[in-house]
């Protein structure tokens, strides 16, 4: 069974850093548009970034462009997402989620979703 599994979350200071993985196991994952979304309570879930399987290309919600980066390791069927200067607007719950599709910002095109990874930013 296709499982991801996330995991690094927790409360730093703003201005701190967290390295957030997603573990897939049950398939292989090296094939597909990997990425991360987040939701903040009392409101929708929203696209953080994603990679391509296919060039390694990254793409990011303006919010987060030049300090969080995505990167994936498929020896390790794992990805991962670097989060520095931290916010306290970035406290949500943080969710991988992988698709054999190409790259979308729309998370109803992602058939596999971990159960998410609580971080929350104090200021």
């Known amino acids: 069974q296709a499982q991801l599994v996330e995991s690094g979350g927790g409360l730093v200071q703003a201005g701190g850093s967290l390295r957030l993985s997603c573990a897939a196991s049950g398939r292989t994952f090296s094939r597909d548009t990997m990425a991360w979304f987040r939701q903040a309570p009392g409101k929708e879930r929203e696209f953080v970034a994603a990679i391509s399987w296919s060039t390694g290309s990254t793409y990011y919600a303006d919010f987060v462009k030049g300090r969080f980066t995505i990167s994936r390791d498929n020896a390790k069927n794992t990805f991962y997402l670097q989060m520095n200067s931290l916010k306290p607007e970035d406290t949500a719950a943080y969710y991988c989620?992988?698709?054999?599709?190409?790259?979308?910002?729309?998370?109803?095109?992602?058939?596999?979703w971990g159960q998410g990874t609580q971080v929350t930013v104090s200021s």
């Open positions: 989620a992988a698709d054999p599709g190409v790259v979308t910002r729309n998370q109803y095109t992602y058939a596999y």
